[in-house]
């Protein structure tokens, strides 16, 4: 009897073992974006989309974003219902600082974002009330997110491939992108026990003067917003799979390095008004990354994206994003290992 329920227990665990391996896929599908901001009730409801409604704001590319086993974006504000900002705004109308609803939360896990960096320079808005309200509602939500002091690292397993998730910012109470020996080290711990760790990063200078990958330190505001090259690089040295950037509120080129695929920034994805959304500044690129499950660089695709108006994220029948990438990268990384073709296919020469 006790043979008989030894080798039960045995094909038990052998099956269970079979399944696990079984269901383990060959490549998964990463997707990133850039900055999200669903509207501000601070200092105005005018500010928050019509009919109090951030649902129309990301519908017409739910589809693309939920295709994807994980899904990225940046947060740029926080949730919170009510309150005065932390910043010392002299006039409130020309104080940026965002606070969504707390109502607006499920329209980020309804469109299909799986993961979000809170590890940026609006996050803090409105203090650290803000932050762990935030958190509170993303963990309502199912939505992972790190990038923050008290909440730097986020793990998690689809289809049984584990996730690390890190995100980092030269801004105060966020994991400190500046300070290189301890953002290596938190990726390189969290290499040591998932599959794909993604890093995200807010850096570099603002605005339409800034497409381009300096490979210097870059200042802004009299800020040191890091040299993103460097960081990156010294990112996937220390085990990175996957890098999105963000910070500059437009795109910039995209790279691999030692078979890891790098976007240095993805710019402004779904921001509803208190942005600049001309010219560049409204393309919005969505970025699909295919890997093996060691994080290796497969292919990828590039859809084009656009915000227009007060903003919200729709297909561009121009195709702009894709061909602003082909040029900035062309530019950039000459030597670079990459091809974009005009479909929006990234594929590797």
């Not at 920034?265 to 499950?293: D, E, M």
């Not at 990438?325 to 073709?341: C, M, R, V, Y």
Request: charged content about 20%; proline content about 4%.
């Amino acid at each position: 009897m006790k043979q008989i329920l030894t080798w039960s227990l045995i094909l038990v665990f052998l099956i269970g073992s079979f399944n696990s391996f079984a269901q383990k896929p060959d490549t998964v599908s990463i997707i990133g974006v850039g900055d999200v901001m669903l509207g501000t009730a601070y200092p105005l409801a005018k500010y928050l989309p019509p009919n109090d409604d951030c649902s129309p704001l990301l519908s017409e590319v739910k589809g693309i974003l939920q295709d994807a086993d994980v899904t990225f974006g940046n947060l740029e504000g926080c949730f919170l219902n009510e309150g005065p900002t932390t910043k010392n705004c002299k006039d409130t109308l020309k104080c940026y600082a965002f606070r969504m609803p707390d109502r607006y939360a499920p329209c980020l896990s309804d469109a299909g974002f799986t993961v979000m960096s809170l590890a940026n320079n609006h996050s803090g808005d409105f203090g650290m009330k803000a932050r762990k309200n935030t958190m509170r509602l993303l963990d309502s939500v199912g939505i992972h997110y790190g990038g923050l002091e008290i909440k730097p690292t986020a793990e998690f397993e689809i289809d049984g491939v584990k996730y690390g998730f890190v995100a980092f910012a030269p801004i105060r109470a966020t994991l400190d992108m500046l300070n290189l020996r301890m953002a290596s080290e938190k990726v390189a711990d969290l290499k040591s026990r998932n599959d794909i760790v993604i890093v995200s990063f807010h850096g570099g200078a603002e605005g339409r003067e800034h497409e381009h990958v300096t490979r210097e330190t870059e200042e802004f505001y009299g800020e040191d917003r890091g040299n993103v090259y460097e960081f990156a690089h010294l990112m996937v040295d220390a085990g990175a799979d996957i890098i999105f950037g963000h910070g500059p509120h437009v795109a910039r080129a995209i790279e691999v390095y030692k078979d890891r695929f790098i976007a240095y920034s993805l710019g402004n994805f779904c921001t509803y008004a208190r942005f600049n959304l001309s010219g560049p500044n409204g393309l919005a690129p969505i970025v699909k990354v295919y890997t093996n499950t060691e994080g290796e660089f497969l292919h990828g695709k590039i859809f084009s994206a656009q915000q227009i108006g007060e903003g919200g994220a729709t297909l561009d029948s121009r195709n702009r994003a894709v061909k602003k990438l082909q040029t900035l990268t062309q530019q950039d990384f000459p030597e670079g290992k990459l091809n974009i073709l005009d479909d929006g296919s990234v594929l590797l020469k």
